[in-house]
């Protein structure tokens, strides 16, 4: 019922810049927070960013003063501006949503969505 689409990713040299996108689409009544989770083989997602119904943020440690989450209500779209890029960034960055979406009989649902994750590789 719901899809949340990234793009952005890439590869990019230590203290580079990239910018992620994520718009999600379907039957959405509202979103109560968008946000940015990453993963390297053999360890836990981790949060990166989040950005909850108006402007109040959320951020991982590791990328405090690195990166921003910002929201485009109108679009559905969350975007992740990652600054000075270290390798250790390296990793597939997926989109989280907490969606409101209308199911059948006009019943309303709060539930979590995912994307399919993004490539981010930072090297030289």
């Known amino acids: 019922q719901v899809q949340l689409m990234e793009s952005g990713g890439g590869l990019v040299q230590p203290g580079g810049s990239l910018r992620l996108s994520c718009v999600a689409s379907?039957?959405?009544?509202?979103?109560?927070?968008m946000g940015w989770y990453r993963q390297v083989p053999g360890k836990q997602r981790e949060l990166v960013a989040i950005i909850v119904t108006g402007v109040n943020t959320d951020y991982g440690d590791s990328v405090k003063g690195r990166f921003t989450v910002s929201r485009d209500n109108a679009q559905n779209t969350v975007y992740l501006q990652m600054n000075s890029l270290r390798p250790e960034d390296t990793a597939v960055y997926y989109c989280?949503?907490?969606?409101?979406?209308?199911?059948?009989?006009?019943?309303?649902?709060?539930?979590?969505?995912w994307g399919q994750g993004t490539q981010v590789t930072v090297s030289s």
């Open positions: 989280n949503g907490q969606i409101k979406v209308e199911r059948e009989h006009g019943v309303r649902v709060t539930a979590t969505y």
């Open positions: 379907g039957r959405i009544v509202s979103i109560d927070a």
